[in-house]
């Protein structure tokens, strides 16, 4: 409709107004104060204005009119989708949006509109998202209830974000602060949100700590804990970082079938020779000294060390249970005590 039209519009009642589309000043259309997205890039403003003065409109904005408690309007729009429009129309100078006038739904109606428009705006940052989420789940009383939220999903617009989205608002109190600080990203944070709730605020204290990229940690750590539930975040540091370990976990045999025992023990005797020379390289090349004083290193190279000791060790009698003739087995020696640093165990 054009302006004119809507001065012919306003003499109608305002429930004759609905369906309607009108060229409104812009000047009369007050922004949502509820809008949970609170950030626009002025530059993109600016420019998506110069593209409307262009081309035109492609979209028509919505507004609700605002009316008095007789139920004549007072004068004014509320803006429910297109703030981005209405202001970048402001910024370049536009007197006029065409606009669908719409009746304001009830209050729940507007939170589900209000939370949808978000959660499908591809350029908001997600932790923005998590926290309009949280919000909505917060005003309609089931923040507390996470067992309900699935059940909410397709009303309030969840679209293939919304696991990751639950994640991290599923996170304890004091892990998700670690997200809400900007000291690990959504991707970690989402991807702490998959182990057990009792292992994150370890495993994100310990992302920190070491600064552990964000695709590394979601696509190699946290799949290795949740290969192997009991390790912990150094051991799949490790594990991850050195790589193969997923080789282990998936047969190349049909199910149901073992490949050759010569073949298993080869395979396990070839890993046995490459830590017994990776030792050898740290203690032959001096590296063991280089590393004194750092206490990260110290510490990783240290628990790698009695990782493979406690290992080989509980190998070694399992093995002498079932052959305790053998006195080669039964005479192995207790693995070294490790002391805190691993220095005294590796000079």
Known sequence: MTAEKMDALILKPVD?????????????????????????????????????????????????PIVLNDNTWAGFFDLHDGERRWRAAN?????????????????????????SRMLQTRLLAPEKKVAGLEKALAELGILDKPEVWESYREQLGGGQEWPQLVRVLSLGSKARELMDKGLINFTIAQSIGRLPPEKQLQVAEYVVVNKINGRF?????????????????????????????????????????????????????????????????????????????????????????????ERSHALAERIVKHRSKDTRLSELPAPPALHEGGKKQLT
Not at 97 to 112: D, F, I, N, T
Not at 224 to 246: C, I, K, N, S
């Open 16 to 64: 004759k107004w609905y369906g309607a589309t009108v060229e409104i000043p812009t000047e009369l259309i007050k922004p949502d104060p509820d809008n949970l997205r609170r950030e626009f890039n002025e530059e993109d403003l600016i420019d998506l204005g110069k593209n409307i003065q262009l081309i035109g409109q492609l979209d028509e904005i919505t507004v609700f």
């Open 91 to 115: 910024l370049v100078g536009l007197k006029t949006l065409r606009a669908k006038v719409m009746p304001r739904p009830s209050g729940e109606e507007l939170l589900y509109k209000r939370i």
């Open 217 to 309: 940690f979601s696509t190699q750590m946290v799949p290795y804990m949740l290969e192997y539930p009991d390790a912990t975040p150094a051991q799949a540091f490790e594990h991850a970082r050195v790589g193969g370990w997923q080789q282990y976990t998936r047969s190349p045999y049909e199910r149901g079938h073992e490949p050759p025992i010569n073949e298993r023990v080869e395979s396990f005797l070839e890993v046995c020779v490459k830590w017994e020379r990776a030792w050898e390289v740290l203690v032959h090349t001096g590296l063991v000294h280089d590393i004194e004083g750092d206490s990260n290193l110290e510490y990783r190279v240290s628990d790698a060390a009695r990782r493979i000791a």
